[in-house]
């Protein structure tokens, strides 16, 4: 795969690399919610198979319901749960699940919380001289969720389009914060999960992309395309860079990246 970049006669020139948030730098513990849920009704999945279900209910909607996965959840929830259970091989009463699910929701700790590798993934890329900047599709509760798990303060730029009332895959947004940023397309590459918002959205102003999808092809078949990392965590090998340490063993604390031994 590093490759693929290496070959691009532009690619020494890449100073910003701009990011998606959901899932890309952050994630909730929906599996584990799930998998409770599913245990009140007497129904017994692993938490990979939950994990697989909803990569795989993610990846249907973004590529044929597209944006619909950005909104209020109380428009699309029983139409995801149902594409849920489908890949889980069930049939439960979708009504009854959410509310199942609500009551585990009240009584767990929630909220967005960064993968571990996030924050020393981005303290590597500064140190590399790169500027890191977010591009996202987010309510206004985006720098909350941000500065919660520290990753604010690892962003030269942040766009979020609550804030700017501009979308992906819409090329204004990434114009915009171009634009903001004071670098060219051909400086600029994007990371995201979601094909049709994230990768064909910044193409279209002529910034080069890096799909994340865990698990290979898994759920992106429909896809001709070879720019595919598995994590945040890849991205300084894809361009070209030793690895520094095993991000994903570390634990942040106070801005500092320490090894769990």
């Known amino acids: 795969m590093k490759e693929i970049l290496q070959e691009r006669a532009g690619a020494s020139m890449i100073r910003f690399i701009w990011l998606d948030l959901g899932y890309t730098l952050v994630k909730t513990h929906r599996e584990e919610v799930y998998f409770k849920t599913l245990q009140v009704f007497d129904v017994s999945k692993t938490l990979d198979e939950i994990t697989i279900a909803y990569h795989l209910a993610d990846k249907l909607f973004m590529r044929e319901f597209r944006g619909v996965l950005g909104k209020d959840s109380r428009a699309f929830m029983p139409w995801y ?81 609550s804030e700017v009332k501009l979308e992906k895959p ?73 690895p520094k340490l095993n991000l994903s063993a570390c634990s942040v604390v106070g801005g500092t990246c320490h090894v769990e031994n």
């Open 81 to 161: 749960v149902g594409v849920l259970n489908y890949y889980l091989q069930l049939s439960l009463p979708i009504e009854e699940i959410i509310q199942v699910q609500q009551r585990i929701l009240k009584d767990s700790v929630t909220g967005w919380r960064a993968f571990d590798f996030s924050k020393p993934t981005l303290r590597y890329l500064r140190e590399l001289g790169y500027k890191v900047g977010l591009i996202s599709n987010w309510d206004n509760t985006a720098r909350e969720v941000l500065r919660r798990n520290q990753l604010d303060e690892e962003m030269a730029e942040i766009v979020i389009s």
């Open 170 to 242: 819409d090329p204004a947004i990434f114009t915009y914060a171009l634009q903001k940023a004071g670098v060219t397309a051909q400086q600029s590459l994007y990371v995201g999960d979601n094909y049709y918002d994230d990768v064909l959205g910044s193409r279209q102003v002529g910034m080069e992309s890096l799909l994340i999808n865990p698990y290979g092809k898994q759920g992106i078949e429909e896809l001709d395309y070879e720019r595919v990392i598995s994590s945040l965590e890849e991205l300084p090998a894809y361009l070209g860079h030793p």
